[in-house]
C-alpha cells in the first residue's frame, strides 16, 4: 500500500481512479452454480467426515480429538462462508435455493441465518461510521472518548481490548448470548423475534436429537469444540479486516463508501490452502466494495484488477501481531492507535 501521508489526498485519488469501480466488479457479481455446488461438497464432506473421526477419537485420545477439531474448525469457517454469501443473495442463481442452503448452513455454524444476516448487511452498508460501530463491529473509542472517561471505564476498556477477552470471551458471548436473544436488534428491526426464535429452535432440535442418538457428552463436546475454534478464527478475522493502523473511520457527514471499503477493509494475503478454508474472505476489500460477489470469484477480481488493491493495506500472518495493538482510534491523525502511542501524544499534548 502506499504510505499515507495526507488520508485526503489519498482519498480524493481513490474517488478519482476508481470511479467505475462498478462497471470494474460487474461481471464478478454473477453467481455460478457449479462452482456453488463443488464449495458445498468440498466443505460438507469433510466436515462431516471430519467429525465422524473426531467421535471415535474420543476412545483413543483427548489430543488427537482437539487436533482434528483444530482442523474441522476452518471447515467449519468454510461452511460459514457459503452461509454468509447465501446471507448476500450471492451464492447461487436462485434466491430460493440461497434461503435453504443458509438455513441449512446455520445448523452447523449455531448462526441463526436470517438476523445474521440482517446484521452483518447493515455492516456492509454503514462499515466505517462512528454512529453504528457497536453494531456488527469490533467496539472501540475513538481518543476524545477515551480521555473523557472515568478512570474505572478505561479500565473497563483497556480489559476489553485484552486479547483474552477479544478473542476468546467475545466470542463465546457473541455466540451464546447475542445470537440467541438479538442483542443487534436495532439494526434489524424487519426481521422478526419469531424468526430468530425459529432459526435458534431449529438449531437446538437438532443438536438435542443428535446428542440423544450419539450420547450428549460426546456430541456437545465435539460440537461446542468445533464452534468455539470457528468464532475464533471468526472474531480474529474480523478484527485484522476492520481494526488496522490506517483503517478508515469517521462520522456519517464525512463518510464515503468507496473509500470505506478499499481503506477500512484489509487484504489478508494468506497462503492459498488458509485462503481456500477461509473461503477467500481475506480478500476483504472487494468483498465490501460489493457484498454480490460470491466467494469463488473474489481471486478473479483481485488478480485482474490490481487496481482494486493499489490502496488498500495488505496484511500477512507475519504483520498480524501488531495490529493487535491497535486499541483507539485517532479522529486527527486518522489512525488506530497502541495505548502506548496515545499517552506519548497525550503527554506531548499537555506539555504545549
Same mark, same amino acid.
Given at each position: 500500500?502506499?504510505?499515507?501521508?495526507?488520508?485526503?489526498?489519498? $482519498?480524493?485519488?481513490?474517488?478519482?481512479?476508481?470511479?467505475?469501480?462498478?462497471?470494474?466488479?460487474?461481471?464478478?457479481?454473477?453467481?455460478?452454480?457449479?462452482?456453488?455446488?463443488?464449495?458445498?461438497?468440498?466443505?460438507?464432506? +469433510?466436515?462431516?467426515?471430519?467429525?465422524?473421526?473426531?467421535?471415535?477419537?474420543?476412545?483413543?485420545?483427548?489430543?488427537?480429538?482437539?487436533?482434528?477439531?483444530?482442523?474441522?474448525?476452518?471447515?467449519?469457517?468454510?461452511?460459514?462462508?457459503?452461509?454468509?454469501?447465501?446471507?448476500?443473495?450471492?451464492?447461487?442463481?436462485?434466491?430460493?435455493?440461497?434461503?435453504?442452503?443458509?438455513?441449512?448452513?446455520?445448523?452447523?455454524?449455531?448462526? +441463526?441465518?436470517?438476523?445474521?444476516?440482517?446484521?452483518?448487511?447493515?455492516?456492509?452498508?454503514?462499515?466505517?461510521?462512528?454512529?453504528?460501530?457497536?453494531?456488527?463491529?469490533?467496539?472501540?473509542?475513538?481518543?476524545?472518548?477515551?480521555?473523557?472517561?472515568?478512570?474505572?471505564?478505561?479500565?473497563?476498556?483497556?480489559?476489553?481490548?485484552?486479547?483474552?477477552?477479544?478473542?476468546?470471551?467475545?466470542?463465546?458471548? =457473541?455466540?451464546?448470548?447475542?445470537?440467541?436473544?438479538?442483542?443487534?436488534?436495532?439494526?434489524?428491526?424487519?426481521?422478526?423475534?419469531?424468526?430468530?426464535?425459529?432459526?435458534?429452535?431449529?438449531?437446538?432440535?437438532?443438536?438435542?436429537?443428535?446428542?440423544?442418538?450419539?450420547?450428549?457428552?460426546?456430541?456437545?463436546?465435539?460440537?461446542?469444540?468445533?464452534?468455539?475454534?470457528?468464532?475464533?478464527?471468526?472474531?480474529?478475522?474480523?478484527?485484522?479486516?476492520?481494526?488496522?493502523?490506517?483503517?478508515?473511520?469517521?462520522?456519517?457527514?464525512?463518510? $464515503?463508501?468507496?473509500?470505506?471499503?478499499?481503506?477500512?477493509?484489509?487484504?489478508?494475503?494468506?497462503?492459498? +490452502?488458509?485462503?481456500?478454508?477461509?473461503?477467500?474472505?481475506?480478500?476483504?476489500?472487494?468483498?465490501?466494495?460489493?457484498?454480490?460477489?460470491?466467494? =469463488?470469484?473474489? +481471486?478473479?477480481?483481485?488478480?485482474?484488477?490490481?487496481?482494486?488493491?493499489?490502496?488498500?493495506?495488505?496484511?500477512?500472518?507475519?504483520?498480524?501481531?501488531?495490529?493487535?495493538?491497535?486499541?483507539?482510534?485517532?479522529?486527527?491523525?486518522?489512525?488506530?492507535?497502541?495505548?502506548?502511542?496515545?499517552?506519548?501524544?497525550?503527554?506531548?499534548?499537555?506539555?504545549?
Amino acid at each position: 500500500m502506499k504510505k499515507i501521508t495526507s488520508p485526503n489526498k489519498i $482519498d480524493d485519488e481513490i474517488k478519482s481512479r476508481l470511479k467505475n469501480w462498478k462497471e470494474i466488479i460487474e461481471n464478478y457479481k454473477i453467481p455460478d452454480n457449479t462452482k456453488a455446488v463443488m464449495q458445498i461438497i468440498t466443505s460438507f464432506i +469433510p466436515f462431516i467426515a471430519l467429525w465422524v473421526l473426531m467421535y471415535y477419537s474420543l476412545s483413543w485420545s483427548i489430543w488427537i480429538t482437539l487436533g482434528l477439531g483444530v482442523i474441522n474448525g476452518f471447515f467449519l469457517v468454510r461452511i460459514f462462508i457459503i452461509q454468509h454469501d447465501c446471507g448476500h443473495q450471492s451464492f447461487l442463481t436462485s434466491k430460493r435455493w440461497n434461503e435453504i442452503v443458509g438455513w441449512t448452513c446455520s445448523i452447523f455454524s449455531s448462526l +441463526p441465518f436470517k438476523y445474521w444476516a440482517k446484521v452483518h448487511n447493515f455492516h456492509h452498508a454503514h462499515s466505517g461510521q462512528l454512529e453504528t460501530r457497536d453494531i456488527g463491529d469490533v467496539p472501540f473509542k475513538t481518543t476524545n472518548e477515551f480521555r473523557s472517561m472515568s478512570k474505572w471505564g478505561k479500565f473497563k476498556y483497556r480489559l476489553l481490548r485484552t486479547p483474552l477477552v477479544l478473542f476468546v470471551i467475545s466470542p463465546i458471548y =457473541y455466540f451464546a448470548i447475542s445470537n440467541r436473544l438479538g442483542v443487534e436488534w436495532k439494526a434489524v428491526k424487519r426481521v422478526s423475534l419469531k424468526m430468530l426464535f425459529k432459526n435458534n429452535f431449529l438449531i437446538a432440535a437438532v443438536y438435542i436429537g443428535l446428542a440423544w442418538l450419539i450420547g450428549w457428552k460426546e456430541f456437545f463436546l465435539i460440537q461446542f469444540m468445533l464452534i468455539f475454534v470457528f468464532a475464533v478464527i471468526a472474531f480474529w478475522f474480523f478484527y485484522i479486516q476492520h481494526q488496522h493502523e490506517f483503517s478508515y473511520k469517521h462520522w456519517k457527514k464525512n463518510w $464515503d463508501f468507496l473509500v470505506s471499503a478499499i481503506r477500512g477493509s484489509t487484504y489478508y494475503k494468506l497462503p492459498k +490452502p488458509l485462503q481456500w478454508l477461509t473461503g477467500n474472505i481475506g480478500i476483504h476489500h472487494i468483498h465490501h466494495l460489493s457484498a454480490s460477489i460470491p466467494n =469463488y470469484n473474489l +481471486p478473479k477480481a483481485l488478480k485482474e484488477h490490481k487496481i482494486l488493491s493499489e490502496y488498500v493495506t495488505v496484511v500477512r500472518i507475519k504483520d498480524t501481531f501488531k495490529i493487535l495493538k491497535s486499541k483507539l482510534w485517532d479522529e486527527e491523525l486518522e489512525k488506530m492507535l497502541s495505548f502506548k502511542e496515545y499517552y506519548q501524544l497525550e503527554r506531548m499534548r499537555m506539555a504545549r
